[in-house]
C-alpha cells in the first residue's frame, strides 16, 4: 500500500475515534493503539452479522473478525510488521481473548451455546462524556481502548455509572471498618505451613508480591491465605501477643478478594496511589496496586496498552484524558487516590 494512502487511511480512523497523536508519541505506539480500538470496534460489529436462521453470532466468528483485522492492519504497517514478524499469530491470539474477555467482564456482550450477542443500551454521563455500552454500531461513538463513549447528547436515558459497571458505592476504609465488626470467632490454626500474609508494605516500594510469608508486626486485623490445590483458603488474622488467630472469610466476600486487599491497605493508610502524566489528549496511567474486579476491568476497557507485547498489563495503561477524569471523579471518592507524577 502506498505510504500516502496508508496514512491517509489512519488519519481516517483516527478523526472517526478521536484518537488523535499525543505529541511526542511514536508513530508505532500511535498505530498500536488505532489498530487496538479498530479490531475491538470491528469485533463488536459482528455481534450483527449472523443469517435469517440463526439467532446470534457465533464465539468463533466473533474471535475470527477481531483476529482478521488486527493481522491485516498490523502487517500492512510498515511500523507495525515487524512486531507481528516477531510475535507472530500468537499476539493476534493474544489480542483476541484479550477484547473477547473484556467485552464480557464489563456486561457489552452476553454468550450462551457457543454465542455472543449485544446488551439492551445504556449510557451513563461521566463528566464531559457519555460512556455507552451496547449501542447500534452505526450511532457516531469515540473510542478509548475498546470502551466507547459519546460527547454532548444521547437519544436514552442515562443511567447511574456505578450500576451500569456494577462498581462499588463504599468508601474504602468503610468496608473494612464494617467487616471487622462482623468477625466472630477466632481461633488458632493447627498447621500454617504454606500460609501468606498480605503485604502492607507496598507503599513504601517493598515490591516482593501482594503476598508474603512473613505475618505483619502489629495487632490490627489483616489478610492471609493458604494455597490449596483449588482456589486458595482466605482469612482475617491477628496477633496476639505471641500469638496469631484466625478467622476464615466466608465465600461471598473472598470471591472479591482484591476488594479486601484495596479496603485493608486504604484504611491503614498503605494503599499505593494511582499515578499518571497527561500526555495531551490522553493520560498515561501507572496503578500502583491492582484494584477490585469490576473497577479494574472498567479501567482496562477503556484504555489501551502502553506497548502491544503487553497487551493485558494491568498496571501501565493509556486514557483518552475525558474519560480518565470521569473514571477519577467515581474512583477518588471510594477512596482510591491518584497523583500526578511527571516520571511515570
Known sequence: MAANVFDDLFTEIAE????????????????????????????????????????HCSIQHFKNRISNIFKSYLTMCPEM????????Q????????????????????????????????????????????????????????A????????????CDVMDMFQLDKEWLPDVWSKIQSQIVQWHQL???RGIEYLNEGVKKGMRKGYWIPVPVKH?????????????????????????????????????NIRLLQCACLSYKGNLPDIRYKVLGQDVLLNLGYILPFAEQKWILLYSWPYTLNH?????????????????RSVLEPMGFRFKEDMGV
Not at 472517526?16 to 470491528?42: D, H, T
Not at 445504556?122 to 473510542?143: C, E, F, H, N, S
Open 16 to 55: 472517526e475515534f478521536s484518537i488523535p497523536r499525543n505529541p511526542g508519541e511514536e508513530s508505532n505506539k500511535w498505530y498500536g493503539r488505532l489498530i487496538y480500538s479498530l479490531s475491538a470496534r470491528m469485533g463488536y460489529a459482528s455481534l450483527w452479522d449472523f443469517e435469517e436462521t440463526e439467532q
Open 81 to 88: 510488521r515487524n512486531l507481528y514478524e516477531l510475535a507472530g
Open 90 to 145: 500468537q499476539l493476534c491470539n493474544q489480542i483476541t481473548e484479550f477484547i473477547y474477555n473484556i467485552y464480557l467482564d464489563t456486561g457489552n456482550m452476553y454468550h450462551s451455546n457457543y454465542s455472543v450477542y449485544p446488551v439492551i443500551p445504556k449510557a451513563a454521563q461521566l463528566g464531559a462524556v457519555i460512556l455507552t455500552r451496547g449501542m447500534p454500531v452505526d450511532m457516531k461513538q469515540y473510542v478509548s481502548g
Open 147 to 158: 470502551g466507547t463513549y459519546v460527547r454532548g447528547s444521547i437519544s436514552i436515558e442515562t
Open 190 to 192: 493447627q498447621n500454617i
Open 219 to 255: 495487632e490490627d486485623v489483616s489478610l492471609a491465605r493458604i494455597k490449596t490445590e483449588g482456589q486458595p483458603l482466605f482469612y482475617f488474622y491477628k496477633r496476639t501477643g505471641r500469638e496469631l488467630l484466625f478467622s476464615q472469610i466466608p465465600s461471598s466476600l473472598s470471591t
Open 311 to 327: 497487551i493485558d498489563s494491568n498496571f501501565t495503561r493509556v486514557m483518552n484524558r475525558d474519560v480518565f477524569n470521569g473514571i
